[in-house]
């Protein structure tokens, strides 16, 4: 049940900031591409429950924000960003090597080369390419910001996460004990 | 923050650092290559100011060149990002339009000049 409500939670709070990323003018001649601010809602659902949980929490916002602000072929270019971004975050905590920082940097980059691969697939011209080093460095900078973020934010997360449940079972145990065993068995 | 965070910024640092000062020529260019799909359509010299039109199946886009700068001034395709970026003079600068597959690309003209004599 707390799962998921943190993770509508996060899918919200993800696409505000997706709607907050729309409204920043475009630092390169390019619009279209996105810094990747909502990257910071996939990183604190992966790290508190998992990469399906940051997946789904991702697609709903790629799906919902095309829907409500942007057309299909911005769904193009995020949903490339996205799984760019998502595939090499989810090694890099795998691998334990990093902190949130290393793992959301990585991101921001990754992000950054499957929105220009998209836009050179779609194009066919290489001129993309000349923007990726300032997408790029840019990407450090929100990546780096992100990274501290989710370390900050995470251990707070998961003491509330982990201190909650015992305290509330007892007053609604039967409600929502029901939809809470779907849900809880790939952690 | 672990020791391998800061690695892994500097290394990434350092490429992209390289990487911008290397793609970084600030130089204006002669001609503008117009590609659709990929395939160059038209190259337009920077020198001369005047309106240039061209219609695809996906829609139409009208180039202006102005004082050896180019922009797209109207389009009717979906998101205008092509009209709203404005004029661009500088070697490799790009004006994309992706739901029309339409590309503005300045050249300079030793690139093309080099292409033709190798
Ligand atoms: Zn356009």
Redesign the pocket.
Known sequence: MKKTAFLGLFTAFAIVLSAIELMIPSIIPIPGFKIGLANLAFLLALYLFGFKEGLCVNLVRIILVALLFTSMYGLMYSVAGAIFSMVIEYILYKSGKFSAIGVSVAGAIFHNLGQCLVAFIVTGTVALVYYLPILCLFGIVTGVVIGIITNTLIPKLKLFLDKEPTAKKNDILDVESIDDEDEEDEV | MKKTDLILIFVVLVIFVSLAILFNHKKGGDVATVTHNGTIVDTIDLSKDGNYRYEFEEGY?IVLVDDGKVR?IE?N?T?????NQGFVENTNDAII?L??K?CVTVKSNDVTYDAVTN
């Open positions: 886009n797209v389009s395709c998101n205008q990002n092509c009209v339009c739901p029309h339409f």
